[in-house]
């Protein structure tokens, strides 16, 4: 599987955030708010039943549900550290981005080289492919140095003249899964032309 289907095979795994809460704010809040995440929000209003919570799905299975309050305290509620949307994005494992530009690249490629710096050991495999027939991918990914909770990733592809298209995430199958293509492709040894690494 090459760096571009991996890309593509998160894009289909869209996860689903169904509102059900009578006042159209909370939808609309919570779609600018996961704009640039792999998740569409739906709008939904019940006549019955109750109101104020959201369920999130993936590939139609449930993954969690959630009060509206927990997705959007209001700044009263919150206390130092929290963050609107945390139940759903600790349950997302993958985070896609779109019209990232380069200094936004180079910036998320920084936390990862700082993560493993901070874990102190492990691999980190970062760099470019140019493919022969559409775009140049991105890429840096750390394999956690022994601690899957420490794995991390970082791919996208060049969809647009300076704008990536990709996703990080810390999933550790996902980030096994690109350092498993990066290392049959390339080895240990030095890499062909079309990789600047």
């Avoid at 009578?22 to 708010?33: I, N, R, S």
């Avoid at 300076?162 to 810390?170: A, I, K, L, T």
């Amino acid at each position: 599987m090459s760096l571009i289907e991996i890309i593509a095979g998160v894009e289909a795994r869209e996860a689903t955030l169904t509102v059900f809460d009578t006042d159209p704010a909370v939808a609309e809040a919570l779609t600018a708010h996961f704009a640039d995440r792999n998740l569409v929000v739906v709008d939904e209003r019940t006549t019955h039943g109750p109101s104020g919570y959201a369920v999130l799905e993936r590939d139609g299975e449930f993954v969690t549900a959630v009060s509206t309050d927990e997705l959007l305290p209001s700044s009263s509620e919150q206390t130092e550290g929290d963050r609107v949307g945390e139940p759903i994005l600790d349950r997302l494992e993958e985070t896609l981005f779109t019209s990232y530009a380069r200094e936004d690249m180079v910036a998320a490629s920084r936390e990862i080289e700082d993560r493993a710096w901070r874990v102190g050991d492990g691999e980190l495999h970062a760099g470019f492919q140019t493919l022969d027939v559409i775009r140049e991918t991105w890429f840096v990914a750390y394999d956690g140095g022994g601690l899957d909770t420490a794995k991390c990733v970082l791919l996208a592809e060049e969809r647009e003249p300076g704008g990536f298209y990709g996703f990080w995430s810390y999933d550790p199958e996902t980030v096994d899964e690109v350092i498993d293509y990066l290392t049959e492709r390339y080895g240990e040894s030095t890499p062909p032309d079309d990789a600047k690494v």
